[in-house]
């Protein structure tokens, strides 16, 4: 009688382990790759390196963004924070804001610690050229993407942007158009 309950004990166990696995390995599935209808960790953290002018990561972001999900509207949010990059810097360079150019430059190019002993020099309008034409170049191809995986997205999403540009011209750059949830 002893053996008999221990066996079915014994039996009991692997079975249970095997349902808390399944369990577990279905919630995981559901909550971390259950579609975009979930957060999305990589937009949400550019829309903050946005605000914080953070270009670079805000860039890298999105990069994530598109290796994770690769879709239209990544390929169009990488479009944007390029293009936004490249207004901020011809705003700077407007008001000649030749310093926090340099400094936005630096951002771009370095982010190591041994960046801190190495540090790229340039001259700020040398530097505000070279942004401003790789910024360029990066959204005319994301863009380009973009319109070869779904042109009819890219003319329903699109305008949103250009809404929030006309509505925050003198700093649209640092955010993202209300209809966008990251």
Not at 121 to 130: F, Q, T, W
Request: charged share 25%; glycine share 6%.
């Amino acid at each position: 009688m002893k053996q008999g309950l221990l066996s079915r004990v014994e039996c009991k166990r692997p079975v249970a382990g095997l349902c808390l696995a399944l369990l577990l390995c279905w919630s995981g599935a559901n909550g971390a790759w259950g579609g975009q209808d979930g957060p999305l960790p990589h937009l949400h953290r550019a829309k903050i390196y946005l605000a914080a002018g953070d270009f670079r990561r805000a860039i890298e972001a999105c990069r994530h963004e598109v290796d994770a999900r690769p879709s239209v509207e990544a390929y169009l949010y990488l479009t944007y924070v390029y293009q936004a990059l490249d207004a901020y810097v011809e705003s700077l360079a407007k008001a000649d804001q030749w310093v926090p150019l340099e400094h936005l430059y630096l951002s771009l190019v370095t982010g190591k610690p041994e960046d801190l002993v190495d540090a790229p020099d340039v001259l700020s309008r040398i530097a505000k050229e070279l942004m401003q034409s790789g910024a360029r170049q990066q959204a005319d191809i994301a863009a380009e993407l973009a319109t070869r995986l779904d042109s009819a997205a890219v003319a329903r999403i699109w305008p949103q942007q250009t809404a929030w540009r006309k509505s925050k011209p003198d700093g649209w750059w640092f955010g993202i158009p209300p209809e966008w949830s990251w």
